[in-house]
């Protein structure tokens, strides 16, 4: 039961917002009594946004009329962190309602919000600035809708944010290095537009999920990866246009249980390194240009389920690469004796020959964002020095 101290009107004259007291009469507009005032700014907040919704098929937002908002459906109250005694807007879960709008800036009115998840409809436009405000925000789940511009970097302004998931929408431009200095468990990146390369401090971040599979982020996966041995538990960082190397020091990931470069432009060996992935399960490198043996030490991971290598140009395997109920996918390599491999003229292709790690570091070109195309004035920048070079000397 709320204190009657706290009860508060709102009245509406013409469209303005006028505080007074529940006493007060002297206007025919209809009062709407609210149980505190951190309830009167998210009426606000939520009356705004229904404002700028043109579409709700399911009617998710049919009932968000009146000073009630505790019982809008989506929306979910809870007692105020720093107070107890009265219920705040503490959650809005309006996954899969297909609605069609945009977020409008009186959303950074929602200041007691921990959970903001809006998945799964056609939200467009960007993140308004205004979320700098959500100080207590925790998850934040804007996937599988329209939003486009630079990566929001608005969220990593929240303190308690440790749950971000961007993915399947339209994103584009680099990930920003705070992103991987920032305190979070896990992120989704996946299906956006990302490019420009992964900024060489991924090793910093202390997540235990990250995903920017399908993006086209290019460059080389950075050896501060090793860093991430003691938290990250998987990393899909499929088909995005990567290069060079795998760096040997992915072999530090001993927590790691999903590992996926797979769909991608990395050369050279895989590192016997990988041996040191003990709790691996999901390993998959398919679809690249790898060369070389794959090694027993990694076919015998003792938590290996299902280890997918196909299409590269591996030229043999040791003997434990196969059976032990374990899927195994070996297809479409230049392994002698094995079934399902790739034709010899592509073996001996130039993709099928060695290349030399020493001379395929990760150049600058990954963390320097490019501008996406030529000025049309001055000067033609030079590609950053320390290019690598794909070619093997003859
Ligand atoms: C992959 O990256 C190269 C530059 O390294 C670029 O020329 C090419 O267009 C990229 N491919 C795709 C599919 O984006
Ligand atoms: C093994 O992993 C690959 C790649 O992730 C996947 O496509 C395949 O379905 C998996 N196989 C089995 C039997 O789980």
Known sequence: ????????????????????????????????????????????????????????????????????????????????????SIRVVAGIDLNHANIEGYLPHELGLLTDLALFHISSNQFCGTVPITFKNLRLLHELDLSNNRFVGLFPIVALSLPHLKFLDLRFNEFEGPLPHALFDKNLDAVFLNDNQFRFGIPKNLGNSPVYVLVPANNDLGGCIPPSIGKMRKTLNEIILMNNNL??????????????????VSFNNLQGLLPGAIAGMRSVEQLNVAHNRLTGVVHDAICRLPRLLNFTYSFNYFMGEAPSCSGGGKVFDDGQNCIV?????????????????????????????????????????????????????????P
């Open 1 to 84: 039961m709320p204190p009657p101290y706290l009860l508060l009107t709102l009245l509406f004259s013409a469209s303005v917002l006028h505080l007074s007291t529940a006493a007060d009469n002297t206007t025919t507009t209809p009062a709407l009594t609210f149980e505190n005032p951190r309830l009167i700014q998210a009426y606000i907040a939520l009356q705004a946004w229904k404002q700028a919704i043109m579409s709700d098929p399911f009617g998710f937002t049919f009932n968000w009329i009146g000073p009630n908002v505790c019982s809008y459906t989506g929306v979910y109250c809870a007692p105020f962190p720093f107070n107890p």
């Open 243 to 260: 290069t060079g190397c795998i760096p040997v020091q992915v072999g530090l990931l001993k927590q790691v249980t999903v590992f996926d």
């Open 337 to 393: 004796g094995r079934m399902n491999q790739r034709s010899v003229r592509q073996c001996s292709s130039r993709d099928a020959r060695p290349v030399d790690c020493r001379n395929l570091q990760c150049g600058g070109s990954s963390l320097v964002p490019r501008p996406p195309r030529p000025p049309t004035t001055g000067p033609i920048p030079m590609p950053p020095s320390g290019q690598p070079s794909p070619q093997l000397p």
